[in-house]
Each structure stands twice: as structure tokens, then as C-alpha cells.
């Protein structure tokens, strides 16, 4: 009889452990842990819900931003479109002078660059909104007056200058308003110069004075080469001349 195992009939007693025998193991045999039964998928379900709450409010944050940017860059072409519009207007006018070889005031110094010029007179279109009283303090300031047109030359001239002014509004040219030096007296009712000599009849025509309702007084502009008339405290562009001496120099009358 085996001393590690009594057998009876339909009996079989176990070894005790201090009499088995370990079973061998193989060179590189590794001994894995059991995995647990209270494991639970909740922790990685919450990470991923994490991650994509993550991910979407990124999304949401450069979706505001890149709208942000288009609406900017939508800005700045509109500032680039008009800017290039008055590069052309001033690129035209100063190759008309160069053409003309009227442009030499650079090279004398005689007037300023913004100075539109003829054989008699200079022209200052000034393209900053002042009212009437304000555009005749700045001509005053740069050693001019606001026009006083006198012949229906300069008119032509000054005409096709302030067409050299305009922008597209709509699909369609609008031409900036200048004021000259001619408005109404509130005494007298008549239309008089800024050197106080009447308006001559054979030059252009004006409503009566004594129909219109001007708050602050009556003033004449220049727009889209037609005369008009408008309130004095209303802002418009200014036209200042000066007249040249027989040397070419210019001084205010």
C-alpha cells in the first residue's frame, strides 16, 4: 500500500499537502493575478464623457473666434477698398499735372502738395468735413481764402477737379461737396462773395434767396459739377485759392 494515498472501496482519501509533490514548472513560466471581480467600466466612461465635453467647448471657442476674425478681415477690406480708391483719385491728379507739366511745386516749394494749379491761381480741395465758417477759417490758416470763382474757366477747372473727389456708393459714383465763398447775405438777401462782390448773373444760377429756409444761414457748394445750396452749420469739403503774382508766387488777395 502507497503511503501518500489510502484507497477503500469507492474511497479515495487525499494526500495531505506536507506529502504532495509541487509541480514542476518551465524555464519563463509567469504567474498572472486574478482579475477581480468588482472591476467597473464607470471610471473610463466618465473620462471619455470628460474628453468630449473637452473637445466640444474647444470647437465652440474657435468657431467665436474665427467668426471674430472673418468679421475683422471683412473690416479691413472695406478700409483697404477705400483707401485704394483715393490712392487712384490722387495717383490720377498728380499724373494729369505731370502730363500738363504743371507739377513743379515739389521742386519750388510754392505751395503745398494737396494744391491743384493754373497759370493765375492755386486751389486747395481740402477733403475734411468743416461747415461754412469753419472752411473759411482754414483757408484764412493756409494763406488763402474760400473760392471766389470769377470767369467761366476757373468754373470749368474746378468742375473737373472735384470730379477727382467720389467714391462708389451702391454701384454708383458719389461725388464729395465742396463749399466756395459764396453765401447769403441775411441783410441785403443776396447772394455776395466771400470779398463782398455780388454773384455775377451771366455765371450760374441760384434758387431766390428769399425762398429758401436755411437754418443758420444759406451757403453754395459744388457737387457732381452742379451749384447747390445748403445750410452754412452743415459739414462739407472746402475749396481755398490763391492767387500768383506775375513771378509766379502766390499770395492771398
Not at 3 to 8: A, R, S, V
Not at 75 to 80: D, G, N, T, W
Not at 211 to 239: D, M
Amino acid at each position: 500500500m502507497s503511503k501518500q494515498e489510502i484507497t477503500l472501496p469507492g474511497l479515495t482519501l487525499p494526500t495531505p499537502p506536507e506529502h504532495q509533490r509541487p509541480t514542476p514548472k518551465h524555464v519563463g513560466h509567469r504567474e498572472f493575478p486574478v482579475v477581480s471581480s468588482s472591476w467597473s467600466p464607470l471610471p473610463l466612461v466618465l473620462g471619455i464623457m470628460s474628453l468630449s465635453l473637452m473637445m466640444l467647448i474647444t470647437a465652440r471657442i474657435y468657431s467665436t473666434q474665427l467668426t471674430d476674425v472673418i468679421r475683422e478681415q471683412k473690416k479691413l477690406s472695406e478700409k483697404v477698398k477705400n483707401l485704394t480708391q483715393q490712392l487712384r483719385s490722387c495717383q490720377a491728379q498728380k499724373t494729369r499735372f505731370l502730363d500738363t507739366g504743371e507739377e513743379q511745386l515739389s521742386q519750388r516749394g510754392k505751395c503745398p502738395s494737396r494744391w491743384s494749379h493754373t497759370k493765375e491761381r492755386s486751389y486747395l480741395f481740402s477733403p475734411e468735413n468743416r461747415v461754412w465758417e469753419q472752411c473759411k477759417s482754414f483757408c484764412i490758416t493756409q494763406s488763402a481764402r474760400l473760392i471766389t470763382i470769377e470767369s467761366k474757366e476757373e468754373q470749368r477747372f474746378i468742375i473737373r477737379e472735384s470730379f477727382l473727389y467720389s467714391e462708389m456708393r451702391h454701384g454708383l459714383p458719389y461725388y464729395y461737396p465742396f463749399w466756395i465763398g459764396l453765401s447769403r447775405n441775411p441783410e441785403t438777401q443776396k447772394w455776395v462773395w466771400v470779398n463782398s462782390t455780388a454773384l455775377s448773373t451771366g455765371l450760374f444760377s441760384l434758387p431766390d434767396s428769399n425762398n429758401l429756409a436755411h437754418q443758420g444761414g444759406a451757403c453754395v457748394y459744388y457737387q457732381a459739377g452742379a451749384p447747390k445750396t445748403g445750410s452754412c452749420g452743415e459739414g462739407r469739403f472746402c475749396i481755398c485759392e490763391k492767387k500768383k503774382d506775375p513771378e509766379g508766387k502766390v499770395h492771398q488777395d
